[in-house]
């Protein structure tokens, strides 16, 4: 694969590489983004975090993106929905150089922070979103891990972010913690007034993605919405869309 650009800071060593159409971005080994701007869904990972956006059961107008990456699903994000406002949050500034230089992540409706994520919720008022992304992942030697525990006290901090109807996804890098979270913290989602629990899974990937909202959101009603895009119409054999959805709660 081609390499566009390499930069190394202490023990961080980042790439930019081309993959055929694709933009890829690893750090320490761990690819963070992938995009093709002429094959938005590609049946890959990053799908995943696209489909939960279209559970909400209006027009989507504010989306808050923690753990930007490259920027892959913020480009996802706004080329369904021109409009959508994103805030994206990420504690690498090296990321968010690349988001914005090699992905194109820019625009006067998109606006990017150097922040922990913790400390940019606790900071920065009550506003709430339509949709919240929580896709915080470090790593080494191509090993993504989450930088610090999934509680409850984090999907108090989530739930509060989400608008009337909000939806919260979690990008868990294996399906299987996905699934105990529903367990370990059936207490914390019952006090939160979660409706809705669903995991989505693609074969090809280890990870699952929890879709929880306070609203009664039904996967049905997010494969309609989407069937009116053709790229997104799982009816069509040139529909890429590769995934496995199970409802939880």
């Not at 093709?36 to 995943?48: I, K, T, Y």
């Not at 054999?237 to 496995?244: D, Q």
């Amino acid at each position: 694969m081609p390499e566009l650009w390499s930069h190394t800071v202490g023990d961080e060593q980042y790439r930019v590489v081309r993959a055929g159409h694709s933009l890829r971005l690893y750090t320490n080994g761990v690819l963070h983004s992938q995009y093709n701007p002429n094959q938005v869904v590609s049946g890959a990972l990053w799908d995943l975090l696209l489909v939960p956006a279209f559970m909400y059961p209006g027009l989507l107008k504010k989306a808050l993106v923690l753990g930007v990456g490259g920027g892959a699903v913020i480009n996802m994000l706004r080329y369904f929905w021109h409009q959508l406002a994103v805030v994206g949050v990420d504690n690498n500034a090296v990321h968010l150089e690349v988001a914005q230089q090699f992905f194109g992540v820019n625009g006067a409706e998109v606006g990017l922070h150097y922040a922990d994520a913790r400390d940019w919720l606790a900071s920065h008022g009550d506003d709430q979103y339509d949709y919240v992304l929580d896709d915080i992942f470090g790593g080494k030697n191509g090993d993504p891990q989450r930088p610090f525990a999934f509680d409850a006290q984090w999907l108090h901090s989530l739930c509060q972010r989400l608008a009337p109807n909000g939806v919260l996804a979690i990008n868990f890098d294996r399906a299987q913690q996905a699934y105990q979270l529903i367990d370990t913290l059936a207490d914390a989602m019952a006090e939160l007034k979660i409706q809705r629990g669903w995991i989505l899974e693609n074969p090809s990937y280890c990870n699952g993605v929890l879709v929880l909202s306070k609203a009664s959101v039904e996967m049905a009603s997010a494969v309609e919405r989407m069937q009116t895009h053709r790229i997104l119409d799982s009816r069509l054999r040139s529909c890429r869309l590769n995934y496995r959805a199970t409802r939880c709660i």
